[in-house]
């Protein structure tokens, strides 16, 4: 039986070590959470962009075109999800940060709604050289709406030491918001 005590011991020991050293990376502030989290769903959604407009590219007819507008939808909803759901980091300027995302999940929706419509109707070329067009234009003013977003996020870095250090620590945002 002594044995069988020692074992559990050391089973004990074991999991207290393991679970300690589980605990050591989540030591991450709700404000390094944010913006990672923001960080992480635009480099998703550039990439995904990327890969919607290479295949675009490889296949353009209105069936490639119908399936990069809807792969550029849902992705940019899954973008506008995220920022939606992220509320405000726990830094002094949150509520502005905040406002920021908030401003671009909304002008993101108008360019979700333009994608949509540009392929409802397509039912000739000429059709279908508009709606790509259109298309591309509403992904490159997506694009131009990050970067302004993002812009908006480094002028608060500026200001905000703690929302400064949040976008530092957060691997994600290394090269997404500017100074970062």
């Known amino acids: 039986m002594g044995r069988a005590r020692a074992l ?8 207290a070590l393991v679970a300690a050293g ?3 990376g989540n030591d991450v502030s709700a ?3 944010w ?9 998703t959604w550039r990439n995904s962009i990327a890969t919607t407009a290479s295949t675009l590219t490889s296949n353009p007819t209105r069936e490639g075109l119908e399936q990069a507008a809807a792969d550029a939808e849902a992705t940019t909803r899954t973008l506008i999800d995220t920022v939606k ?11 502005q940060a905040r406002a920021a995302v908030d401003s671009l999940a909304t002008s993101l929706q108008s360019d979700v709604d333009t994608i949509k419509g540009a392929v409802e109707n397509v039912s000739d070329v000429q059709g279908l050289l508009t709606a ?7 992904v490159a003013n997506i694009s ?4 302004s977003s993002l812009d908006d996020l480094g002028a608060l870095r500026e200001t905000d030491d703690e929302l400064k250090q949040s976008f530092e620590d957060a691997d994600s945002c290394n090269g997404v918001v500017p100074g970062s």
């Open 132 to 138: 790509v067009s259109t298309v591309s234009g509403a």
């Open 144 to 147: 131009k709406q990050l970067s």
């Open 22 to 24: 589980c605990g050591r």
């Open 35 to 43: 913006a990672d989290d923001l960080c992480t769903a635009i480099n």
């Open 8 to 15: 559990g011991a050391a089973f004990v020991a074991g999991a």
């Open 85 to 95: 759901g992220l509320g405000a980091p726990d830094t002094q300027s949150g509520d």
């Open 31 to 33: 404000s390094t959470q």
